[in-house]
Every structure is written in C-alpha cells, then in structure tokens.
C-alpha cells in the first residue's frame, strides 16, 4: 500500500500568515494527488486535485504543488474561515490511502 | 444535483453486524463508483472499498475479510456490511462518489 506522510500534524498561524502543509508519498503517485478541507461536524470538501488544480468554488488563496513526491498545500492569507483540518489522499493505486491530517488553528 | 446520504443504526452491539444503506440521486451507479470511507472520533479519513460502476468491488485488505459493499442499481443504493464489529469500529462512516462528493455521513457507536 502507498503511505501518505503528513505533516505537521497541527499548525497555529495567524491571520494573514502564508500556511504551507504538505504531504509525502511513498511510491510514486504523479499528480494523483487530492487535498481535503473538514470542518468540525461536517464532511470532507475537495480543495486541490490533481495536486494542483482547484476545485469549483474554492477561494484563490489556496494553491496546490508537487515537488518529486512531495505534495504541498498553501494557504497564501490565512483567514479564520479556513480553520479546518486538512487531509491528502492519493488516488493513482488502490487502496486509496489518505494522510493522517493536519489541524490548522488561528494563534 | 449530486447527493448521497448515508443511513443506518446509530449503536451495534460487539460481535454484531453493521449494515449501512447510501442512497444516491443526481447520477447513475452505472456511471460513478462509490466508495465507503470512516473516520473514528478525532482521528483521519480511512478508505474502507470501492463498488465500481459494473459491479465490481475493492476493499481495504485491513477490512477485507469482514466486509461487503453490494448495490441496487434500481433503488440508487449502495450497501455496506461489515461483521463482527468491535469497539475500535466506532466512526463516522461516508459514502462518496467517486471521493468528490461526499454525503452527511452517519456516526456509528460499538458498544454493549
């Protein structure tokens, strides 16, 4: 099975800090690459697929990246809304196998 | 417009078998793959199997030999049986299409 590695686990940041998280996979995955925003009590909304495409409807402060098997997502100007956490997922193999998150709090 | 919703028994007993029903409307089985996804309380996403739009399914290999996902291509259904449950199968369970949309979930608590 292809290993997601996430980090960090948690994130405090302040409004307007630039947020990076990333996640590093351990097989080869291209761009089969999905990064998830949940909020407490609610379900997983796609932000990123394809590493680096953005989903409908998601705000332009988020931007995916890849660089060799690491997969990085940015938050360019936190803002509270985005409190969340943040998961990866890779889709190129099953299982699919997702990151073990990230919870990114405002300091 | 695309949505799923999951339902089924908020508490099963230990040892008992969980059975979970995601009812689709927006598109057909025929066309999108729908998979199950859980998540324990506090904890991350786990992918649990896949039904393909023939028919065919995939399962996590932790899960495999106790679970079964099956449809009603007619009801627009999408089913889940996982036995012999235990405490640490408490989670939130999901469906998603294609693992882009996602429905409510339904939280399932294991315990006597």
């Known amino acids: 099975d292809i290993q997601m590695t996430q980090s960090p686990s948690s994130l405090s940041a302040s409004l307007g800090d630039r947020v990076t998280i990333t996640c590093r996979a351990s097989?080869?995955?291209?761009?089969?690459l999905t990064w998830f925003q949940q909020k407490p009590g609610k379900s997983p909304r796609r932000m990123i697929y394809?590493?680096?495409n953005l989903a409908a409807g998601v705000p332009s402060r988020f931007s995916g990246s890849r660089s060799g098997s690491d997969y990085s997502l940015t938050i360019s100007s936190l803002e509270s809304e985005d409190v969340a956490d943040y998961h990866c997922l890779q889709s190129i193999q099953y299982p699919l196998t997702f990151g073990s998150g990230t919870k990114l709090e405002i300091k | 417009q695309v949505q799923l919703k999951e339902s089924g028994p908020g508490l099963v007993q230990p040892s008992q078998t969980l059975s979970l029903t995601c009812t689709v409307s927006g598109f057909s089985l025929t066309s999108y793959h729908v998979s199950w996804v859980r998540q324990p309380p506090g904890k991350g996403l786990e992918w649990m199997g896949v039904i393909w739009t023939g028919g065919s399914t995939a399962y996590n290999s932790l899960l495999k030999s106790r679970l079964s996902i099956s449809r009603d291509i007619s009801k627009s259904q999408v089913f889940l049986k996982m036995n012999s449950l235990q405490t640490e199968d408490t989670a939130t369970y999901y469906c998603?299409?294609?693992?882009?949309?996602w429905g409510q979930g339904v939280m399932v608590t294991v315990s006597s």
């Open positions: 998603a299409r294609d693992i882009t949309y």
């Open positions: 097989q080869d995955i291209g761009n089969y």
């Open positions: 394809g590493a680096t």
